[in-house]
């Protein structure tokens, strides 16, 4: 049964998960469990957002919450002890947008994922230098525009010719089935939620 | 209102068409004169926006990006609007209208618009990457003519690839 600070965080109860935290603190509970906890929130946050029970604005508040809440349980020697597995994120040269990717790199985060951001207007060497740098198995890509699908081809192609072994995901407004296989990635993430979920299919796999 | 409205003889047009740049079947031929426009809201709202997700104020960020799109959505109903009755005036017709990047129009046709208008007098350019700054900018054209053209009543949306993902598909720029 979820506990009452995991379901304060799943109703984006700001307030709640805050007094609950710091309760939990004054009660000797190891912040590593209240974290997990908080996290166990984010979970159920991502399944209403699947059910269509919760929206994008409710993801971005869920983030708010739970990254002061992280912070400060971090700050208290919280740890979710090793995350899932390493991920590099973007959005493509050529386009500046960063909302989207911006809460898929927060519900990755909540998701015990680690996530290098390398921003936006990213070149395909620098996706290529961050995967070489980091070890992630993972790259997910972002773009708004129909400029953004050339650069993302390239990305793959770049890694690919790098001979990295990683899986690509695409995201975006504009971007869709067919332009994930014009650019090569493995695969389409229609929204902040698929992508978390494809992160755990792929690392759960055991990306190598 | 920060706007530029430039109608350009049918032979820039034609000069456009025949170099390929602009397809004909999105333009719904039979025009005499094509509408070219960029509306902005200029670089305020979105500096404002990212200023406050830089501090951690992400909802509040997000939702003033939302309104900046919807801002910029209603210039362009605004602009088009006034084109309508423009041309209705001289007892012309107008075609709806749709921008590169949309409606499987190339993005590259953006710099065919550029090209005819100087956007620079609003404070709008054209990024190597064939992005419009500042980010909450719109760019548009529309075939204006002595026939009715195209499916009477539709609107670019309509014609939107992005129909099922748009948070303002079906609005015209308003909620």
Redesign the interface.
Known sequence: MASELTMAMADLDELKVQELVKAGLAAGVSPSRLLDECREGMTLIGERFETGEYY??DL??A??IF??AAADLAAQGGSSGPTKGKVVLGTV?????D?GK?IVV?MLRGANYEVTDLGVDVEPAKFVAAVRETGATVVGMSGL???SFD?MKETVDALKAAGLPVKVMIGG??V?EQVREYVGADALGVDAQSAVALAGQWLGEGVK | MDMIELQRRVDAVEAAVAANRVTEKKLSVELDRLAIGVCTIGPKLPTRSHEY?DR????R???L?QLGSLAVGQLSQLFYRQLEMDAASQGLHISTYLSP?ESEW??RDQAVIFDLLDATQIGVSL?????MKP?KSLSLMAGIGRHPMGVPGATHCDYC??AD??PFHGKHGSL
């Open positions: 994008l604005s971005i508040m983030g708010e990254k002061v040269k050529g386009d500046i947008h909302i911006d927060t525009l129909t400029i650069p407004g504009p869709s | 997700r951690g104020e992400a909802v960020g997000m939702l990006d990047g190339s993005v990024t190597e990457s064939l992005l980010i690839t992005m993902r748009c």
